[in-house]
Each structure stands twice: as C-alpha cells, then as structure tokens.
C-alpha cells in the first residue's frame, strides 16, 4: 500500500469520526449507480472532505469480488474477446514492474502513478481501449475518448488481436511513459 494512502486510513478516525471499516459499512447499505454519487452523500451528509470521501469510496467498491472474478464476469457471454485482453495485459507488462492492474465492475483501468489506459469490453465483438494522451491528435484509428469521458482522451476500437499491432503498442507506451 502506498504511504500515503495508509496515513490517510489510519487518520481517518480522527478527521472524518469514522474508520474505514465503519464508512465501507455505511455505504453497503445504500446504493449507490456512481462514485460521485457516493463520494457526494458522504460530502453532504457527513461533512467529509472531498479527499476522504473519494478514499472511501475508492476503496469501498467490489470489495465483495476479487480481481480474477470481476474480469472473468466482464467477459461472460463475450469469451471470444479475451484473448485480446490477454493480449493487451501481456504487452502493457512488458513496460515495466510498476504498472497496476486494476479490475472494476465494468472495466480494467492501466495504472502508473496515475492511470494511463482503459479496457473495457463494448460490445460482443469489440474492446475499447481507453488512452489518456493529453494534446496528441484525433486520427482515424485514434479517436476521441467517446464513452470515457475525462478518463481518458482517446479511444481505440479493438475487434481482432492482430489489431495489437507496433502502432497500437507505441500508443500504449507514449500513454505509459506521460504517467510517470
């Protein structure tokens, strides 16, 4: 665990009257569509900070499901399209030993300091493969982040693993490499 991250849990208690523990509790028992819907209850009605709130919701999600079992339950139904999130993971851990790998409910976020990249399955036939490459231009093949958002600024659409080609992988370095 990072430093940081730990000194924010053990001062938890005493900035926010609460431990993680008793937080996680008070938000298994609502139900919440969005982290900012979760981070705003706490903000509005226990008057966490914005910093703490996102902790806690942060570390709050998916508890109940480990890694293996959020990936393998992103894929049901489309089993065709794991051999290129297979693909992708192998080839993004070629980068280095600091790269994170994070299942969530619907998506695998690609983390170094910050995140960096995004896999999520789309559709029955095709990956998206979000890319957070601030200032680098829209082409055809790279567009824009669609779905994603703020979370990343671009998209590639993924269909076959031969689409994990040299162009696709220096795109995941650049983004790598800008997350340090």
């Known amino acids: 665990m990072d430093k940081a991250l730990k000194t924010m849990i053990d001062n938890m208690p005493e900035k926010t009257g609460k431990s993680l523990n008793e937080w996680k509790q ?8 969005k982290h900012t819907e979760a981070v705003g209850f706490l903000k509005n009605e226990f008057n966490v900070t914005h910093g703490f709130a996102n902790t806690i919701v942060a570390l709050s999600k998916d508890e109940s499901e480990a890694p293996d079992e959020l990936t393998a339950n992103q894929y049901t139904g489309k089993e065709n399209l794991k051999p290129i999130y297979k693909q992708l993971i192998a080839t993004i851990q070629e980068f280095g030993t600091d790269v994170k790998v994070v299942p ?12 960096f990249a995004l896999i999520k399955p789309a559709s029955k036939t ?55």
């Not at 969530?104 to 910050?114: A, M, P, T, W």
């Not at 824009?144 to 958002?149: E, K, L, Q, R, Y």
Request: charged share 35%; proline share 1%.
């Open 26 to 33: 008070i938000l298994k028992e609502k139900s919440f569509s």
């Open 104 to 115: 969530k409910k619907g998506s695998v976020s690609l983390v170094r300091k910050k995140q």
């Open 126 to 180: 095709r990956i998206d493969l979000g890319l957070k490459l601030v200032g680098k231009d829209l082409t055809e093949r790279l567009e824009n982040s669609g779905p994603f958002g703020t979370m990343c600024t671009h998209r590639v659409k993924i269909s076959k693993t031969e689409e994990v080609d040299t162009e696709l992988k220096a795109w995941l370095i650049e983004a790598y490499k800008r997350a340090e």
